[in-house]
Each structure stands twice: as structure tokens, then as C-alpha cells.
């Protein structure tokens, strides 16, 4: 019998958690049967998106249970086994976290095929340090790569402006969007944090958002010609100043907004965010003269779908010069259906 | 010496437009020059965009100037021609709305080049009805394409939910969508509007926002399966109904959101939208487990990058599993720079 202290979720959290929703518990583990491997864990990860769980309402993911373990990645090695895909002395990274050891059997071990970070992955201590693939080379520095390069598609060239960057996934935006030959603005917390983006990570400014007078003032300083792509991991007043910056054509990734986690009763501008960012929503602002390049093949398209009968269309007309401001005015009270139009002359033949 | 009726700005309106913003003028243009042509205006197109050009506001076009005539697009017809390039009787198209009459010069012909929408530009009555080219084969209908095909990309087996269903735009969009194989779901804010969208242009289902108890209710009856492509013409509370029912990776092409054109002093949110449909912003909601079918390529990239010394990281750790809460709830006050983690153990060797 192997003794395992775990954490477990005690209350949900009013707001910000506190000590008092969690408790240190021990439990016994039996012997391993066949198939199972036990697991001691070496390392285990705390992450924000962990503050989500904790309130009992369906998201992308399930919420931490009372009295049950909490969950998280965590890099253990295998201590004993009777699974022939894993030895004793082999590190594996799990989604187990927030408890000293734990049994995984052969459908543990395989994980959802759903989600890739289910399941047991042996992880090699000779490529980079087994801690880092709960980091930087785990799913941190992935959500900095997919976010930062997959979605918002930094080139060079680009004003980056990052917050929270100094934390683990920020920190990874901005060293990565300087590989890509932005111009890298960060935000952080502390004049420590500041001075390690500018010595360390290399971006080309950074402040420290409780030092200024507001987080617009500090981007207009140090970003004077606008932000192309925004990487958001705080929300609240971070992402109203973001938006007022963005260039034309801007992309704003929206990964996380730590500052609204504890709030319970949030804006409901700060909710629609929260939930388009937990459905993975796109919201493309779109005005259609950048469109125009496709006119010619949307006419092509259009006339065809005309002769076919798959296209109506009404006409709302006023006629005269003398009425164009009743038809103007008609348009936010509904007076028309389809096309408001003004017919100032008949062709001439 | 031709008398031409013009409509112009008189005062720029505090929320809705009056017929106070307006006055009628009669000026009398001169005879034409070398090089120039006569247009006699037959129709005039009236938008709901052009409520942001009666502001005195920097946006993605020019304010109108109090004084001056408005602008906007329009069918005329040559009724004198001193230019090779178009003789009496050609109809053309322009930007020179409000006015019976204009003068147009090589320059004024030519147009912008920067401009799609500048310029005069021929059209053929006999391929579309002149008015046309105002509306569904025009700007309102390239927006519908733009919008729904380019950008958000509607798929067959979509669910697609259009506000303004019945506007010029919006009555598009439902049937592009519908040809395109999607489920569409319409609103507007009449039943007549209601009924012309279920007869003629062949939603599967359309509601009156003005006779629900809201629009999300409304909602959850006709989108029962939630939402995949939502084009925004309204704003306000569709914005926020439609946020919530839309599902995973669904995409909102932001067009309008004319329910807050005339509020001068809209809620903070609205603000952040409008400006995310002026600067064409793209807002991405991203989760990254959904990405790490791309994961080897990044762990791939990221050991290059940290070989040649280009990315460094943080760690900030705690010892012991009982200092695992400590760590998490540190997220919150920034206690850490770069990944926090828990070490829980030491390997063995």
C-alpha cells in the first residue's frame, strides 16, 4: 500500500478562490494489477484556464468535481509496472495532476482519442527538461505557437502587442513573434517581469500596466503606429485598449482573459468575449469595398443564379430628389423591404 | 444653364437623423467642357452606412461636410458628352448621388484608383435592371457575398442566422445561404417582412424581433441546433442573443450594427464592436487542444529555436504538493514569471 496525498476541491470559489476551496487529503493505492502501471508524479502544472473547472457550468471542458482530485498536467515516472508499453523508470506526462501518485490502467493510458492531452505520453529527459513540456514545449508555448502563428498569422513586419507576457504563454508570444520579425509589445505586472521581456525575451517595449496611468495612454507611447495582432491573455481594460489601437485588418487572438475569471457578475461586454473565446468563435469585422477584387465573379455568379430563379429581390422607391431624406430616414425605422432606393428621372430613349 | 435639385448636409444629427439635418438646393451647372460629360441621376441608392458619414468622425470614409451635397451611389444616364469614352444615351454608374445633375471631368470618369466604388462605371441595362446595380448586384449584394461566401465561408449543413433579414444586404445573404445548402434563419421587424422571407425568399424560419419576448428565446426555437454563421446588420440585442447561441467554431461576419448608429453614447461593448467592423478586425476565440494535430511541428520548430539560443523561458516553482493551491492561486496575483509549477519529487536514477 502506497500512501498519496492529493488535492481535492473542497468548496467552489465566490469570486477569487482562496485556501479554503481546496483540501490536502491521503489516500492509499493498492497493488498494481495486470495492465496497470503506478505512477509517481515528479512535476505537476497550475494554469489558469484551472479557474474555469471550478465553477460548476459546461464549457470546453468538464468542471473539477467537490471532493474529487483536482486535474492538470503533471510529468511522473513509472515506479512500478505490469504494462508491457511501460517500464519502470520511464517519465510519462498526464493529465493527472494535483496528487503525489496514481494507477493507470490500459484505457488511462491510451486517453481520449478525442483530446490529445488526454492519456499517458512518454516524454525523453536527454531532448529538453521534463518539466518544460508543461511549459514551454507543452501546451503553453503550444497555445503561444497556435494562437500567435496558426490563427493570427504574424509576419514580419507586424506590431505585436502581447499581455500578460511575461507569463508562460505570453512569454512564448513574444520570443516567438521576434523570431518572426514583429516589432513585440508586452504588458506585465511588475517592474521585474518588465525588465526581464526587454533584457531577456527581447521585446522591443514592455510597461508595467499598475505603473500607468492607463493601459491606452502606455499604447500610444509604445506602440504609436497601432497594433496589427493583439495576443490576449487578460481582458477587462487590456482588451478595450487593444481594440481602440488595432490598425485596419488587425487579428486578435483570444486565448485568455485572466482578469475576468473571478469576476461572477462580469460586464456583459467582458461575457460575450468569455464566450467567444470559450466557442472558438471568429468575429470579422468586414467592410466591402476590400472586397471588390471579387466583383467581377460575383456578378458572373449572381446573373446565373438570376436566370435560375434563385434569386428575388424587392425594391422600396420614393420618387424625386425632394424625398431622399424621408427614404434615408426610412431605413432605421424598417420602412423598407429590400433595397431602399430613389427614382429621381425616367431613362431618356 | 441646367437647374440641378442636390440635397445637402445642413446639421449633423445628435442620435436619429431629422429632416433637420437636410435642405434642398437648386444650382445651376454650367455648360460642359472639353473633356467632360452631362449625367442626368435616375436613381440614387440611400444606406444605412451613410449615417456614419453625416458625423464628423474619421472612419473608413470621409465625413459628409455641412454645406455640401451628400454622396452616394447612383444610376445616370450621359444627356451630353464633350469625352470619347461615353456618349449620350450611356447609363453609368457613380458615387455622385443626391443631385439630379453632375458634371464629371477625366479625373471624376477615371476615378480613384484606390477607390472600387469611385469612378463612373458603364452598366448594361439589358443584362439587369438599371436600379439593380444599386442594390442586389451591387454594393448591397457584394457585401452578402463578401460577407457570408468570402469570409465566413457558409458551408452546406450550416445554420446560418441573418439580422435584417429582410433589408437589401440581409435579403441576400438569406439566399445565397440558402443556395449554398444552409439552414437559414431570418429576422425582421415587420410580419409582412416575416412573410416575404418565408414565401419568397425561402428561409426555413423568420421571426418578427419586434413581437418576442427576445430575440434569444426567439432563438432557441427556430435555431434549436445553435448557430454556425451569424451576419450581423443589426447589432445591439441580436448582437448578444446571437453570441450566445452560437456553437463551437462558429463564424459572425460583423457587416452592420445600425440598432446603434444613432446612439451617441452606446454601451462600451457596442463601441468595441463598431470599431471591430470599422478597422475590419478579426476577433479569434481559440482553444489549443483544438491545434495539436500541428503539435510535432511545433515541438520540431521550437527545439530548432532553442538550440540556436533564440528562446529562453522562466520557471517560478514551489516544492510539495501541499504548496500546489499557493502556486495556483499566485496565477492571480502574478506571483509568477513564466510557468508556474509544483515540483513534487525528485526522479530516481
Avoid at 505603473?211 to 509604445?222: E, M, Q, Y
Amino acid at each position: 500500500m502506497i500512501e498519496s496525498r492529493e488535492i481535492r476541491l473542497k468548496a467552489r470559489p465566490q469570486g477569487m478562490p482562496t485556501d479554503e476551496c481546496f483540501e490536502l487529503a491521503t489516500v492509499g493505492l493498492p497493488e498494481i494489477s495486470d495492465g496497470e502501471v503506478l505512477v509517481r508524479n515528479l512535476w505537476m502544472s497550475v494554469d489558469p484556464y484551472m479557474r474555469g473547472r471550478m465553477d460548476d457550468v459546461e464549457s470546453y471542458i468538464q468542471p473539477f468535481q467537490i471532493g474529487e482530485p483536482l486535474e492538470g498536467g503533471a510529468i511522473g515516472q513509472v515506479v512500478a509496472s505490469k504494462n508491457s508499453e511501460l517500464a519502470v523508470g520511464d517519465f510519462v506526462e498526464s493529465m493527472l495532476g494535483w496528487r503525489e501518485y496514481f494507477i493507470a490502467n490500459q484505457g488511462m493510458i491510451d486517453g481520449d482519442p478525442a483530446n490529445p492531452l488526454d492519456g499517458l505520453h512518454k516524454r525523453d529527459p536527454s531532448l529538453l527538461p521534463l518539466q518544460s513540456y508543461l511549459g514551454i514545449a507543452g501546451m503553453p508555448g503550444m497555445t503561444a505557437y497556435s494562437g500567435l502563428v496558426l490563427l493570427a498569422k504574424a509576419r514580419a513586419g507586424d506590431t505585436v502587442f502581447v499581455s500578460g507576457a511575461a507569463g508562460a504563454v505570453g512569454s512564448t508570444v513574444c520570443q516567438i513573434a521576434k523570431i518572426k520579425g514583429c516589432t513585440v509589445v508586452g504588458s506585465a505586472g511588475s517592474e521585474k517581469k518588465v525588465k526581464w521581456l526587454k533584457d531577456t525575451a527581447g521585446v522591443d517595449a514592455a510597461f508595467n500596466y499598475k505603473k500607468v496611468s492607463s493601459v491606452s495612454d502606455a499604447l500610444s507611447k509604445v506602440a504609436p503606429r497601432g497594433i496589427d495582432v493583439y495576443f490576449e491573455n487578460v481582458g477587462g481594460e487590456h482588451l478595450t485598449a487593444a481594440i481602440e489601437h488595432m490598425n485596419d485588418y488587425g487579428r486578435i487572438a483570444l486565448c485568455g482573459l485572466i482578469a475576468d475569471y473571478n469576476e461572477p457578475s462580469g460586464t456583459e461586454e467582458h461575457g460575450l468575449f468569455m464566450q467567444i473565446l470559450a466557442k472558438q468563435v471568429r468575429v470579422q469585422g468586414f467592410i466591402v469595398t476590400s472586397s471588390y477584387d471579387q466583383y467581377p465573379k460575383f456578378l458572373n455568379e449572381l446573373a446565373g443564379w438570376i436566370r435560375e430563379g434563385k434569386i428575388k429581390w424587392e425594391e422600396t422607391v420614393l420618387e424625386g430628389i425632394e424625398n431622399a431624406p424621408a427614404a434615408f430616414l426610412g431605413l432605421f425605422s424598417g420602412r423598407n423591404t429590400g433595397k431602399m432606393l430613389v427614382k429621381l428621372a425616367d431613362p431618356a430613349v
